[in-house]
């Protein structure tokens, strides 16, 4: 048995090209190192216009990664000067990716964009906008800390509950979706919340900036390593009963 298969969801954004401006798939390489790196193996799925059928078979755990703002529609609101990067198209395939997940029992571990999809699909709302969230400090470096709560899955996880996190967002959850559970606050903000019956660990900060250089950090990938190994242990023992 091979290393647990994680899909890592990707931007779909205009990139020049020899053929002139193309949609592109575009993601950053510290998702993908900070996964390999905890001993899985990463799978980019780009965000096609048609979904195809049983999109997430064969992989063992889901990571909803950052990017350009949900569309404002998905939640009722309309855009206004501060939203950027929406695409409808990446919007219905990432929410596929969320309903076969479930479907299938998939860990999922859901950062910034993906943790706002995770609220907005559960029936909550974002603020269009925040002050104070954006760090011009390098990415690598703390901006804030969070306090996390006690006895949640991120608290163990990351073994604290007091924590340094960088800060790249300028929308945030403002009415919480059904069935999740506040696990890290910023003040009165919230910055990550979890499902643990549905295996949704989700934080509003980019952990894969830090994982280089901090435990605390590395620890998430590692959880979401480690769960889709028990994934990929159960499918093994159901097809052996």
């Not at 890592?8 to 190192?33: L, W």
């Not at 960088?166 to 979706?177: D, V």
Request: proline residues 5%; hydrophobic residues 40%.
């Amino acid at each position: 048995m091979g290393a647990p298969l994680i899909a890592v969801s990707a931007e779909r954004s205009v990139q020049n090209s020899a053929f002139g401006p193309r949609e592109s798939v575009i993601q950053v390489m510290d998702y993908t190192d900070s996964i390999a790196n905890a001993g899985g193996r990463p799978a980019l799925l780009p965000a096609t216009e048609t979904i195809p059928e049983g999109v997430l078979d064969g992989f063992d755990a889901l990571v909803l990664t950052g990017g350009g703002d949900l569309s404002p529609e998905m939640y009722g609101q309309v855009s206004d000067e501060h939203t950027y990067g929406t695409s409808p198209i990446r919007d219905r395939f990432e929410t596929e990716l969320v309903a076969e997940a479930a479907r299938n029992g998939l860990p999922v571990l859901a950062i910034c964009r993906g943790m706002q999809l995770i609220n907005v699909l559960r029936g909550g709302q974002l603020d269009l906008h925040v002050d104070g969230h954006w760090q011009t400090i390098p990415s690598h470096e703390f901006h804030h800390t969070v306090e996390v709560r006690e006895g949640s899955r991120l608290a163990e996880v990351v073994g604290a509950t007091d924590i340094g996190v960088n800060s790249y967002h300028h929308q945030a959850i403002a009415i919480l979706g059904e069935g999740l559970t506040i696990t890290a606050r910023d003040g009165v903000g919230i910055e990550a919340v979890e499902d643990q019956a549905c295996g949704i660990l989700a934080v509003q900060w980019h952990p894969e900036h830090l994982a280089a250089t901090s435990p605390t950090h590395r620890a998430l990938f590692e959880d979401i390593v480690h769960r889709g190994r028990q994934h990929q242990e159960r499918k093994g023992e159901l097809s052996h009963a």
